[in-house]
T-cell receptor, first 110, second 112 residues
Framework: KNEVEQSPQNLTAQEGEFITINCSYS?????LHWLQQHPGGGIVSLFM???GKKKHGRLIATINIQEKHSSLHITASHPRDSAVYIC????????????FGQGTRLTINP | NAGVTQTPKFQVLKTGQSMTLQCAQD?????MYWYRQDPGMGLRLIYY???????DKGEVPNGYNVSRLNKREFSLRLESAAPSQTSVYFC???????????FGPGTRLTVL
């Protein structure tokens, strides 16, 4: 079983819809990252959070440490949001390392 | 600021050939990383350098070597390429381990 599981693996929605991508993890962590990978392949960091909620524009990330779960929400989705969204956790044990989920491929149709 | 740069962007090798992937960052970051990304799998750490002068193995180090040439540069070498090393390779850097990662554009490597 992967230490980081994302759902869904693929998501197709219409422009304007509210999007939720989920991330569950099974290890102790000190932080969780959400990354975005565009069709061209580049990866950018969206959020790093260790508790609560962060908001940047139309993107909202939440984390529940007790439930070992995080969600990434996109409000008023737009075709330019189409990308792969990747959850990564910073594992506490041993030498701290990032463990990545497999990613969620989001397609927003106009 | 260029951020994190990688060269080359594309490379095709024959089995047994060697090559070095170059990575440089201009953000004065301490930590640098090499990842590989394969279809259906998450990014996996090959090697990392927590600070200048140190390197450590990650999750999938076999078949690779690294050099932290200075604070800016971190190279990844394939001594004898194998088809299993066909992948997209990303270099990343952070101010400190666990901080926000900045990724390079990636190198798409095919080993025939």
């Amino acid at each position: 079983k992967n230490e980081v599981e994302q759902s869904p693996q693929n998501l197709t929605a219409q422009e304007g819809e509210f999007i939720t991508i989920n991330c569950s993890y099974s290890v102790g962590i000190s932080a969780l990252h959400w990354l975005q990978q565009h069709p061209g392949g580049g990866i950018v960091s969206l959020f790093m959070l260790s508790s609560g909620k962060k908001k940047h524009g139309r993107l909202i990330a939440t984390i529940n440490i007790q439930e070992k779960h995080s969600s990434l929400h996109i409000t008023a989705s737009h075709p330019r949001d189409s990308a792969v969204y990747i959850c990564a956790v910073l594992v506490i044990q041993g030498a701290q390392k990032l463990v990545f989920g497999q990613g969620t491929r989001l397609t927003i149709n106009p | 600021n260029a951020g994190v740069t990688q060269t080359p962007k594309f490379q095709v090798l024959k089995t047994g050939q060697s090559m070095t992937l170059q990575c440089a960052q201009d953000m004065n970051h301490n930590s640098m990383y090499w990842y590989r990304q394969d279809p259906g799998m998450g990014l996996r750490l090959i090697y990392y350098s927590a600070s200048e002068g140190t390197t450590d193995k990650g999750e999938v180090p076999n078949g690779y070597n690294v050099s932290r040439l200075n604070k800016r540069e971190f190279s990844l070498r394939l001594e004898s390429a194998a088809p299993s090393q066909t992948s997209v390779y990303f270099c990343a850097s952070t101010v400190w381990r666990g901080a926000t990662s900045f990724f390079g554009p990636g190198t798409r490597l095919t080993v025939l």
